[in-house]
């Protein structure tokens, strides 16, 4: 479904990443994981129309999106949680819903936003609230809820767990895998910290200062000593960072 | 309280919003202090003033061309000058300093204009007032019905639009994170071009009452540009709705301040009373920086709820 | 006198007039970041000790009656044709009292200046430049109202501080003005390549960085508005001395604010050189089609606004395919040609 191949790209004169090859297909879960710096944000970035590509191709559907401006990306079917700003702060919840829906058909709306309740039930009960005034895990949940709504055929989140409880991750985890099967989408999630999306994901690729260094299935990773130890920090969730 | 003096304070408070909003429109949507749009104000009262000119009736008939003139120049710009630039990523102060050279350019086009009408027509376009063509209507002026209604008018349909449609709330989403909202699908150049369109509209419109309030003349728009921006300033450009705060806070303070001030020190203290929305905007600066629009007045209407049941 | 080389001197005073401004402008903004846009504030309060002081003090000097001087804004002219008499027998008091006068206005400059800078403590880029923009007017509308100071919309004359050179009046304002302009550049060029400009520089570009280093950032922004105030305010006396005459209409925020931002930028920002260029090919039109327009009378319309369109399309193009001006801003020298051959062997 998508396949990025050769790819190079960076902000104006500042190249971050250096021949880049992915693959992400339908009912499929990729984890990007890497140190921090290592480019992952910036390669899902260029995949929504955000930076300068140098030079190699995106294609999503074997159509080439390489040069389509964001909002025209979108359109097509790829959607995109940023890491931090997620949410619009001074917009109500609803309201962040119904911007989540932009692209609905308006017949749908109540409808599919029904649908989000029952996958993040919490959101109904702050309708009106400011999302500005909703707590960091809360915040995740309508990000990735507005990501939602969208049906979109890929789904690409950069590092939905960041300040979560273990708990509320597992959730949420547990809430992709069912969207996946359910909805038959891709997903890309973007982690620093592989123990927590090592179990779901069906193929892992490991960026480091922005090129890929490993690319393979989850238990490929875990018995390939030489990256066990370069990345040790990354595998064991954090301790020795 | 005199009367007529609440009167022309309403008018001018008027006015100004009327005149400042466009700029603030654009600052929050497109992050540009648009300086040209002073001439878009001036551009509008030269069209009324010529198909006044021409073919005579009440120059009220003419408001809906200074609004489509004002609405036209802004996208102009903003299609020719303002986009291109940030597309290669102009500083702001660039941009203000493009949008500068723009107003040169429809000044200078105003200038060219009016001597030509003076020249071969003879009208008195150099300096000219329509005020003498206004109506009464129950005891009030043209001018105060249509400059009042028309801000009231503006207002509550910038609220139904920015409440109650989607394009409204995809306008508040661009303006609180731009980049969020175009990966959302939201076509930010689509909210650009709406923002300056209604910015150089309701330019137009204030251009178009300009001559029945006050003399004409070329680059008049002009002569309100540090007052424009002090609105702006004060009314703050977080809130969409600051600037209307604003306006009035400033024109009520100004008409009224001087009026005060004369009584104390002479009449001859009223010339001095443009410079009173430059002094507001300094205190504004120093204590209030983000202007009133920020002032969360639910809260402060709350807390003095809950004083009073203290007690 | 040769009309040919009235125009070139004509030209070369309006020039150095807006050389000088420019060179004030860019100084604050090209140099200290600060986007003045109430550049006319300065340039107003130096003109405007001209248009007060000399009058007053030569009035004084050659005891003119008290029933004339008692309203100095209303016989200005009365009062400044009998001082241009007794002016013409006495070169030295002419020039010393414009030196004097020039200095004081750059003293005036220096604490408009002061005042101007005082934004700039809190606020930042675009809202800082109109917010000069709103105070640099507020000199603008008490010269226009109050009368006594300089005329109010009538204005005031200036006594022809140059006058006992007769006809050659104008060959000795280009002298002078040539002096100042040399003058400048060569104190403006030491500043910008001494540590204090590189302190400048480095504030401009990097705030935060320049400030972890110890350096007093807001009190380094505040001594370039001072600074190029005084410059600007230079120029404003050099132009009321030059016209021999103040009238604060003609001060507006358009000519000389707007247009020299436009020059600094169509120039080159940062490069005094790339200024000099601006200047003199936005005074070179301004003047060839001032020149000009008897022959286009054609034209139902005064060719002047032509210039205005001109450079307003100019300055697009510029900001559009050329944004750092004509002539980019260089890296200093901060060491003489010879260290540096020296360093490289």
Redesign the interface.
């Known amino acids: 479904m998508l396949a990025v191949s050769n790819l190079n790209s960076g902000y104006?004169k500042v190249h971050i990443l250096y021949d880049i090859n992915i693959q992400c297909n339908s009912s499929e879960i990729v984890s990007i994981i890497g140190p921090n710096g290592s480019g992952k944000t910036t390669l899902l970035k260029t995949i929504?129309g955000?930076t300068n590509i140098y030079s190699g191709s995106i294609l999503f559907n074997n159509i080439k999106i390489n040069n389509i401006?964001?909002?025209k990306?979108?359109?097509i079917g790829i959607s995109?949680l940023?890491q931090g700003?997620?949410?619009?702060?001074?917009?109500s919840v609803y309201?962040n819903l119904?911007?989540?829906c932009?692209?609905c058909n308006?017949k749908d709306l109540k409808e599919t936003i029904n649908e989000i309740f029952s996958i993040f039930p919490i959101l109904r009960e702050y309708l009106a609230k400011k999302a500005s005034m909703l707590s960091g895990g809360e915040r995740q949940m309508l990000g990735i809820a507005?990501n939602l709504l969208?049906k979109p055929k890929l789904l690409m989140l950069d590092e939905p767990l960041a300040g979560l409880s273990p708990l509320i991750a597992k959730n949420i985890l547990n809430k992709l895998v069912e969207i996946k099967d359910k909805l038959k989408i891709g997903i890309i999630i973007v982690e620093q910290n592989i123990s927590k999306v090592l179990e779901i994901s069906d193929r892992i690729y490991l960026l480091a200062s922005g090129k890929i260094v490993f690319s393979g299935k989850n238990n490929e990773l875990l018995e390939n000593k030489d990256m066990v130890k370069l990345y040790m920090g990354l595998l064991s969730g954090g301790k020795n960072q | 309280m005199n009367i007529s003096v609440l009167y022309a304070a309403i008018i001018y408070s008027s006015m100004l919003g009327l005149m400042s909003f466009g700029v603030t429109f654009v600052k929050i949507t497109s992050n540009v202090w648009n300086v040209a749009h002073t001439s878009f104000i001036t551009f509008a009262a030269y069209i009324v003033f010529t198909f006044e000119s021409f073919y005579g009736n009440s120059p009220y008939l003419y408001l809906p061309l200074g609004f489509i003139i004002g609405a036209f120049l802004a996208i102009i710009e903003y299609l020719l000058i303002i986009d291109p630039l940030r597309k290669r990523?102009s500083s702001s102060l660039l941009m203000l300093v493009s949008t500068i050279a723009f107003l040169l350019i429809v000044d200078g086009i105003i200038d060219i204009y009016s001597d030509y009408l003076q020249n071969i027509y003879k009208f008195p376009s150099k300096n000219f007032i329509l005020s003498y063509l206004d109506f009464n209507f129950l005891g009030f002026n043209g001018i105060f019905l249509f400059s009042f209604t028309f801000l009231i008018i503006i207002l509550i349909l910038l609220y139904l639009i920015l409440t109650y449609t989607?394009f409204g709330?995809?306008l508040?989403?661009s303006?609180?994170?731009p980049?969020?909202?175009?990966?959302?699908?939201?076509?930010?150049k689509y909210v650009n071009i709406f923002a300056w369109f209604i910015a150089g509209g309701t330019a137009g419109i204030a251009g178009a009452l300009l001559p029945m309030w006050t003399q004409c003349f070329p680059g008049v728009g002009d002569t309100f540009l540090a007052i424009i921006f002090s609105v702006s300033i004060v009314g703050g450009v977080q809130q969409i709705y600051g600037t209307f705060l604003g306006s009035f806070l400033i024109g009520f303070i100004q008409i009224f301040g001087i009026l005060g001030l004369s009584i104390i020190f002479g009449s001859s203290i009223l010339v001095y009373q443009y410079l009173i929305p430059m002094i507001i905007m300094i205190l504004v600066l120093l204590f209030l920086p983000e202007g009133l629009g920020k002032i969360n007045f639910r809260k402060i209407i709350i807390n003095i709820k809950k004083r009073r049941q203290k007690k | 006198m040769n009309i040919f080389i009235l125009f070139v001197v004509d030209l070369f005073a309006l020039f150095s007039v807006y050389l000088v401004l420019n060179l004030a402008l860019n100084f604050q903004l090209g140099y200290g970041g600060v986007p003045n846009f109430g550049l006319v504030l300065s340039f107003t309060g130096g003109a405007m000790v001209m248009g007060w002081l000399p009058i007053r003090i030569l009035g004084w000097l050659f005891k003119i009656p008290e029933s004339l001087m008692s309203n100095v804004a209303g016989n200005s002219s009365i009062i400044a044709s009998i001082i241009n008499t007794n002016l013409q027998t006495n070169p030295l008091l002419g020039l010393g009292i414009l030196i004097i006068t020039l200095i004081l206005g750059m003293a005036f400059g220096a604490f408009l200046g002061f005042i101007s800078s005082l934004p700039a403590i809190r606020l930042k880029s675009d809202y800082l430049a109109i917010s000069l923009l709103a105070l640099g007017v507020i000199l603008y509308y008490i010269g226009l109202n109050y009368f006594p100071l300089v005329g109010g919309t009538l204005g005031v004359v200036v006594p022809d501080l140059y006058t006992y050179f007769g006809i050659n009046r104008y060959i000795i304002v280009t002298v002078i003005f040539f002096i100042i302009i040399v003058l400048l550049i060569y104190i403006l060029t030491l500043i910008v390549n001494s540590p204090y400009g590189r302190v400048l520089r480095a504030m401009r570009d990097n705030e935060i960085a320049a400030s972890s280093m110890g350096k007093n950032v807001i009190k380094i922004r505040m001594q370039s508005m001072v600074i190029g105030s005084m410059i600007a305010a230079l120029a404003g006396g050099m132009y009321a001395s030059y016209n021999a005459y103040f009238g604060i209409a003609g001060y507006d925020m358009s000519s000389w604010t707007f247009i020299p931002w436009l020059m600094v930028l169509f120039g080159g920002l940062a490069n005094n050189y790339g200024v000099i260029l601006g200047t003199f090919i936005y005074v070179t039109l301004e003047k060839l089609i001032a020149y000009f327009q008897y022959n286009l009378t054609f034209l139902p319309f005064n060719v002047i606004w032509l210039q205005y369109i001109l450079l307003g399309f100019l300055v697009l193009i510029i900001l559009i395919y050329r944004p750092k001006g004509l002539l980019p801003e260089k890296p200093s020298q901060t060491l003489s040609k010879n260290k540096v051959k020296e360093l490289k062997s």
């Open positions: 104006e929504v955000l401006p964001s909002y990306i979108a359109k995109y940023p700003n997620n949410i619009f702060p001074s917009l309201e119904r911007i989540g932009y692209l308006s507005m969208r | 990523g989607k709330i995809a508040r989403a303006v609180d994170d980049i969020l909202a175009s990966v959302t699908g939201i076509n930010i």
